[in-house]
């Protein structure tokens, strides 16, 4: 049976709200490959597959509030991570579910909230990961956002990885074992070569 995907029940959000300092502090999601910022791929990528979108950034609000989509820093100090994203995310709206992605992937393919949202109605789960054949690709999830109290108090009493918080929920891995690539993003100025060439041909 074909499942409907709940599209308008779905809020992207982009994570850009990192420090970056394996990239000298340099704000990720503004970094531009052929004439366009890396956020504005995301952007492109992630707009058809939800209903709407929201950027979490804590630096630059200017720029990234240029592209015409909200902005909304952590609601959580001191630059806790990925997870304080997402749990802004899913403080800020009002739909049921988010699904993340990083400001530095631009090889984001059409079918990524698809694939999420089967692999965690399949299962029964309230969350949907990433796994490229390797290894989680855990900022790439989609989530109920009925688990920001749980999410809130395990930041609250200090852990930061998000594999291990999801470990401790419903979860369903999301094979993408099929396309590895798309999940190349920018951790070292090295890495802006590597994309740069693949965004060529893409």
């Given at each position: 049976m074909t499942i409907a995907i709940p599209v308008d029940d779905i809020t992207a959000v982009i994570l850009a709200g990192g420090k970056a300092r394996r990239m000298d502090g340099v704000d990720?999601?503004?970094?531009?490959?052929?004439?366009?910022?890396?956020?504005?791929?995301?952007?492109?990528?992630?707009?058809?597959?939800?209903?709407?979108?929201?950027?979490?950034?804590?630096?630059?609000?200017?720029?990234?509030?240029?592209?015409?989509?909200?902005?909304?820093?952590?609601?959580?100090?001191?630059?806790?991570?990925?997870?304080?994203?997402?749990?802004?995310?899913?403080?800020?709206?009002?739909?049921?579910?988010?699904?993340?992605?990083?400001?530095?992937?631009?090889?984001?393919?059409?079918?990524?909230?698809?694939?999420?949202?089967?692999?965690?109605?399949?299962?029964?789960?309230?969350?949907?990961?990433?796994?490229?054949?390797?290894?989680?690709?855990?900022?790439f999830a989609l989530l109920r956002c009925e688990l920001l109290p749980a999410l809130l108090a395990y930041l609250d009493e200090g852990g930061r990885r998000a594999d291990t918080w999801y470990s401790q929920q419903r979860l369903a891995i999301a094979d993408f074992s099929d396309t590895p690539d798309i999940f190349l993003n920018l951790n070292t100025p090295e890495d802006k070569e590597a994309l740069k060439n693949r965004l060529a041909g893409h």
């Open positions: 990720k999601g503004l970094l531009t490959l052929h004439g366009r910022t890396m956020v504005d791929y995301i952007i492109d990528a992630l707009q058809p597959q939800a209903g709407n979108l929201i950027i979490n950034a804590n630096r630059n609000p200017e720029q990234y509030g240029s592209y015409g989509v909200p902005v909304v820093a952590d609601i959580l100090a001191d630059y806790p991570g990925p997870l304080a994203g997402i749990a802004t995310g899913m403080h800020t709206t009002n739909k049921p579910y988010i699904v993340t992605a990083p400001c530095d992937s631009p090889l984001i393919p059409d079918t990524l909230v698809e694939t999420l949202y089967r692999s965690l109605d399949d299962e029964q789960a309230d969350i949907s990961v990433a796994h490229d054949g390797t290894r989680l690709q855990p900022v």
